[in-house]
């Protein structure tokens, strides 16, 4: 079964500290990874999509990254404005998305 | 503005009295889904549409209902709620399906099932 995990469940930074957050996924066919943003009450926001091993995408303090098995979003200097939940889904053969449970980011000022 | 719209944003309703949960689109898309999502469990799609008059079943499709009579819109019917279908349901649109797809998801409804 095509499945996809987030880590880690939360993660609290001070303002300013880089860090990572990991989407790993069991293949099947993988066609896309799409990482969104979500704030608290708001529907999940289009961040980027990956296609292929080795590219990369970045916007403002935010860069993805993709490797065979596995997405990192890369925070770089974040700011508080940069707290929300960070969701990954994939797309597999059957061109249908799969979503993980998400990282809670919480950035203390 | 391109946006999805939900109504209405929260309910509070009993067991077995049927609801609607209505979505519309301003982007002439051709997807709409319906996801819910559950704390620990991500967001799972319980139907789709590719277009007008074509709907199929997601991977939690029990108990809900659909309709695309219009290509801006897409309701989601519970015909007889239960309170395992208390939850956060998004619905979304896109001008296509698959990998090359961004999704634009509409504001949220929080249903409550007592």
């Known amino acids: 079964e095509d499945q996809v995990t987030q880590s880690p469940e939360a993660l609290r930074l001070q303002e300013g500290e880089s860090s990572s957050l990991n989407c790993s996924y069991t293949?099947?066919?993988?066609?896309?990874l799409f990482w969104y943003r979500q704030d608290p009450g708001k529907g999940p926001e289009f961040l980027f999509t990956?296609?292929?091993a080795g590219e990369e995408k970045e916007k403002e303090r935010l860069k993805a990254t993709l490797t065979k098995k596995e997405s990192f979003l890369h925070i770089t200097a974040p700011k508080p404005e940069d707290s929300a939940t960070y969701l990954c889904?994939?797309?597999?053969?059957?061109?249908?998305?799969?979503f993980g449970t998400g990282t809670r980011l919480t950035i203390i000022p | 503005e391109a946006q999805v719209t939900q109504n209405p944003r929260y309910l509070i309703t009993v067991t077995g009295k049927k609801l609607t949960v209505t979505c519309s689109q301003n982007m002439n898309h051709e997807y709409m889904s319906w996801y819910r999502q559950d704390p620990g469990l991500g967001l799972r799609q319980i139907y789709y549409s590719m277009n007008v008059e074509v709907t199929d079943k997601g991977d939690v499709p029990e108990g809900y209902k659909v309709s695309r009579k219009e290509k801006r819109n897409f309701p989601l019917i519970l015909e007889s709620p239960s309170p395992n279908q208390t939850s956060l349901y998004f619905c979304?649109?896109?001008?296509?399906?698959?990998?090359?797809?961004?999704?634009?998801f509409g504001q949220g409804t929080r249903l409550t099932v007592v």
């Open positions: 979304a649109s896109s001008y296509s399906y698959g990998p090359n797809t961004e999704a634009f």
């Open positions: 293949v099947s066919g993988l066609r896309g």
């Open positions: 990956l296609y292929s």
């Open positions: 889904a994939v797309c597999f053969g059957n061109e249908k998305l799969t």
